[in-house]
């Protein structure tokens, strides 16, 4: 039996160079080579049309979002309300296929009575209202301060349309834990985020600086980035690259006079690749414990040595993978330590054995496919 399935995205999911579109690109290219025909739905903003997603996809379709001052003003999330369509309902009634709603940006048709007898997935990748409420504390000036605290209140009031879904898929264990707490009747089940999974890139050795990367014009992670600069990092200590996308004037500012410490704004994919794979250390620290951090899971699956704080890793079970530490002292002191480590072959190995038995693309895709299959052969949604 041909498996179908429409893929409702909240962007364009290629290239996948954030978070949120890492999984989705990498879960289409899976499910895609697994046999699934995908019928994908994006809305529009900051990227064009892709040509790459037509090679693993039946259909791509490209809505544009709804940015005006009306969907601010509205007592729906702008996340949800700027990504409504006509076009796309039409779409999805043409036929009876499972839908699987990516992230709660997709979820306003989730609850309409024409989609009552569908297949609705929902793919976690945050506790919205909660990641909205900490980039709310993190944010700066008053005028994103106060879109990021309405914004938090209107999720968690949204929230309630996930009662409408017929299977959770959620990206850590904690979050798991939190959404059957909400909706106790619900199949909740715990898949990590797919990623790019094709090769051994750990290279043995040792490297000369320690990096952190990520989407800087993120308020949490430009939040991490400062924490670092001010914090941990001092002028005894190796060199330490900060580099990604769209880093403001006032990271620049703070790194500027520092001489071991250098922002690299933009990089490009194979430069990033080449970071990862040279340095010696990853530092990473999020004051925000809630999804998946899939620059972590690169990291892992591509470079040295990694060095986190608790929250990292909260919810996952990647903590025997990396160094902890949860105080600018013990971050300084680990990270010295591992300057003077090697990376070894056999640290290579033992790492790779870990990752392949928890976060294989392939377990994530079959996992998902008995589940769909489960609920066709019983023509009921899983419970």
Known sequence: ?????????????????????????????????????????????????????????????????QNGLKTHLSIKPYIVGSRISAELEKNLLADQHPILFEGLHTCYLMKDRRFAKRLKIYRESNIEHQYYYHLFKAGKGIVNKTFFFIESLRLRNFQKYLKHADLMLVVSEDDRKYL???????????????????????KEGRGTFALYHGKLSVPENEQAAK?????????????????????????????RG???????????????????????LHVMVTFQPTGLKLKLLNA??????????EQMVAGTILAPLCIIGNT???????????????????????????????????????????????SYEKNISPR
């Open 180 to 202: 059957r707490k909400i909706f106790p009747s619900k199949r909740i089940e715990y898949m990590p985020s797919f990623h790019k999974e094709n090769g051994i890139f750990m």
């Open 328 to 374: 600018p002292e013990e971050l300084r002191e680990k990270a010295m330590s591992c300057f003077e480590e090697e990376f070894t072959e056999e640290m290579i190995q033992a790492r790779l054995m870990h990752l392949e038995a928890n976060y294989s693309n392939k377990k994530s895709c079959n996992e998902l496919q008995n589940l769909i299959t489960l």
């Open 1 to 65: 039996m041909e498996m179908h399935l429409h893929i409702i995205s909240f962007d364009i999911p290629y290239p996948p160079d954030y978070g949120g579109v890492i999984d989705v690109f990498y879960k289409i290219q899976t499910l895609s080579e697994a046999g699934f025909k995908i019928h994908l739905h994006c809305f529009q903003y900051n990227r064009k049309p892709e040509k790459k997603l037509e090679e693993y996809c039946e259909s791509v379709n490209y809505y544009p979002r």
């Open 227 to 255: 924490y670092l600069i001010e914090m941990v990092w001092d002028p005894a200590m190796p060199e330490l690259v900060i580099a990604g996308q769209n880093p403001s004037p006032a990271l620049g500012l703070l790194a």
């Open 258 to 280: 520092k001489k071991n410490i250098s922002i690299l704004p933009n990089p490009s994919e194979e430069k990033m690749f080449e970071l990862i794979r040279g340095a010696q």
């Open 300 to 309: 892992l699956y591509n470079g040295r040595f990694c060095l986190v704080n």
